[in-house]
C-alpha cells in the first residue's frame, strides 16, 4: 500500500513563505506523477500543480510563486510557496498515480492570515 505523508503546513503571515513536504513509501514503481491539490472551505479541491518526468504546471494563480520539484532518490515531491496570499488557505494534498491508481495524502492545513 503506498503511503503519503504531507508535512510543512502551517500559519503564515501573507507575503510568508512555506515549503510543503511529501514523502512516498510502500511502492516498488516509481511515482510517475506526482501533485499538489488543495481544498478551500466550501470549494472543491483543486490543482495546484503537478510534475512527470521533470516537466511541471501550475494553476494560474500560484504561477510564479509556487514551486514545485521531486527528489525521486527519495520519493519525495515538495511545494515552495512564496509570496503567500490568504486566497491560499486550503488544506493541502500530495497526489501521486501508481500503475493507474490514485494515492492521496490526509492533508496539511496552510493558514495564511495577519
Known amino acids: 500500500q503506498v503511503q503519503l505523508v504531507e508535512s510543512g503546513g502551517g500559519l503564515v503571515q501573507p507575503g510568508g513563505s512555506l515549503r510543503l513536504s511529501c514523502a512516498a513509501s510502500g511502492s516498488r514503481f516509481n511515482m510517475n506523477v506526482m501533485g499538489w491539490y488543495r481544498q478551500a472551505l466550501g470549494k472543491q479541491r483543486e490543482l495546484v500543480a503537478i510534475i512527470t518526468g521533470d516537466l511541471t504546471n501550475y494553476l494560474d494563480s500560484v504561477k510564479g510563486r509556487f514551486t514545485i520539484s521531486r527528489d525521486n532518490a527519495k520519493n519525495t515531491v515538495y511545494l515552495q510557496m512564496n509570496s503567500l496570499k490568504p486566497e491560499d488557505t486550503a488544506v493541502y494534498y500530495c497526489?501521486?498515480?501508481?500503475?493507474?491508481?490514485?494515492?492521496w495524502g490526509q492533508g496539511t492545513q496552510v493558514t495564511v492570515s495577519s
Open positions: 497526489y501521486a498515480l501508481v500503475l493507474l491508481t490514485p494515492y
